[in-house]
């Protein structure tokens, strides 16, 4: 068999994230996985992501293998600082209206006759992106989407339509969100039983119909039963009921998780050159980390897109200081409204009279980047669970 036949027998999968941190975390460490087992990958990132990847990782953190390559696609945004997250309403408004021609595009180059990869077998999308079962559709393409969320995360998303055309969501108006409204029960969510409104996911909160994250997410929903199967970031041990009602809405339901114990059974130097992060990863704090008795640590991280206010941040502070605990906080320098992640001089000579060395913020109120899934293959026994 010459190379080029083993080539064309190849499967190959085009893996395309939601082009925010955690998301695309979760859809690399999966396409790692799927590279072991055989498959060629295409990892699509957007032109943004892209110049992040790079700008964090170095110029060539995007070479990728022979057999594990980048491609890239405009999110249809104009340019913005790459030291920031996007704003979330701007890119799921882009995501519905923009990202369907382009990705068309890249799949007709990859299908092309002159192109060196093997035909595309399957598509791997993130389920926010709806976009992909229309062109999995139109190339005649299997398609797989993958909610990196619990399971009982993905069935409330896909009850979102149902709430919608029973007029609970969107909310009446704000008063919904204190009266009590939140604690209505629902009671016909298969496999979820005594669920309150407040239980599903923060989707169901909104007040406006045409919020365009809500719409995006109604969108995703609506469209992931025309898919071959979804993946969810879940075991059956931890949500068999709800994986079982999920097995009778879809062809094929995969459970695959956790991610990361099985990539870290892996042995290929070559992939781990490809790594993960939009931010560059500070790893000051590990030997303080790893200096802790195990089960000690409070970790608190709000993920890549959630802005608090001042005052919350204060707030939060205050609560891990009264906590009487080490604490490992992570700061995103956009995380704040206005830009300032500095907690004030009083706030920090309180925390220092008050429980001397036992706590630590590290630089006190500045950024702490350490990602804590990369940091997980070093010995971090500190970390409370």
């Known amino acids: 068999m010459d190379s080029k036949t083993q080539v064309v027998d190849k499967p190959h999968a085009v893996c395309i994230p939601c082009p925010v941190q955690s998301h695309m975390k979760a859809m690399l460490k999966l396409s790692k996985l799927l590279h072991h087992e055989g498959f060629h990958i295409t990892f699509v990132n957007t032109e943004f992501n892209r110049q992040r990847f790079m700008k964090s990782r170095g110029p060539n953190s995007l070479d990728g293998l022979p057999d594990f390559r980048f491609e890239t696609i405009p999110d249809g945004l104009p340019p913005s600082d790459i030291n920031a997250t996007q704003d979330l309403h701007s890119l799921s408004e882009s995501i519905m209206n923009n990202f369907l021609a382009p990705f068309s595009d890249l799949l007709v180059k990859l299908n092309s006759a002159t192109s060196d990869n093997p035909p595309v077998t399957c598509i791997v999308s993130d389920a926010s992106m709806a976009f992909t079962i229309t062109a999995a559709q139109e190339f005649k393409i299997p398609v797989v989407m993958f909610f990196p969320i619990s399971a009982c995360s993905v069935m409330g998303v896909l009850q979102l339509p149902t709430l919608k055309d029973k007029g609970i969501i969107p909310l009446k108006d704000e008063s919904s969100l204190t009266n009590g409204y939140l604690d209505t029960i629902i009671d016909w969510i298969p496999g979820m039983r005594d669920i309150r409104l407040r239980d599903l996911p923060s989707f169901v909160r909104t007040?406006?119909?045409?919020?365009?994250?809500?719409?995006?997410?109604?969108?995703?929903?609506?469209?992931?039963?025309?898919?071959?199967?979804?993946?969810?970031?879940?075991?059956?041990?931890?949500?068999?009921?709800?994986?079982?009602?999920?097995?009778?809405?879809?062809?094929?339901?995969?459970?695959?998780?956790?991610?990361?114990?099985?990539?870290?059974?892996?042995?290929?130097?070559?992939?781990?050159?490809?790594?993960?992060?939009?931010?560059?990863?500070?790893?000051?704090?590990?030997?303080?980390?790893?200096?802790?008795?195990?089960?000690?640590?409070?970790?608190?991280?709000?993920?890549?897109?959630?802005?608090?206010?001042?005052?919350?941040?204060?707030?939060?502070?205050?609560?891990?200081?009264?906590?009487?605990?080490?604490?490992?906080?992570?700061?995103?320098?956009?995380?704040?409204?206005?830009?300032?992640?500095?907690?004030?001089?009083?706030?920090?000579?309180?925390?220092?009279?008050?429980?001397?060395?036992?706590?630590?913020?590290?630089?006190?109120?500045?950024?702490?980047?350490v990602d804590i899934e990369t940091g997980a293959e070093y010995n971090l026994n500190g970390l409370a669970a």
């Open 207 to 369: 007040i406006d119909p045409n919020d365009i994250v809500f719409r995006c997410v109604i969108d995703a929903a609506e469209r992931a039963p025309r898919a071959s199967g979804i993946i969810v970031h879940t075991f059956d041990e931890l949500e068999q009921e709800v994986l079982h009602a999920l097995s009778t809405m879809f062809p094929r339901v995969y459970a695959i998780g956790p991610l990361e114990p099985q990539l870290n059974h892996l042995s290929n130097d070559h992939l781990e050159s490809i790594g993960y992060g939009l931010w560059k990863e500070e790893t000051e704090c590990l030997n303080w980390l790893n200096s802790k008795a195990p089960n000690s640590v409070i970790y608190v991280s709000f993920g890549s897109i959630v802005v608090m206010t001042p005052s919350q941040l204060v707030e939060i502070g205050w609560g891990l200081a009264n906590s009487k605990h080490p604490f490992l906080w992570i700061i995103r320098p956009e995380s704040v409204e206005g830009g300032s992640t500095i907690l004030s001089p009083e706030f920090q000579e309180e925390i220092k009279e008050r429980v001397q060395d036992e706590i630590l913020n590290w630089h006190i109120g500045t950024v702490v980047g």
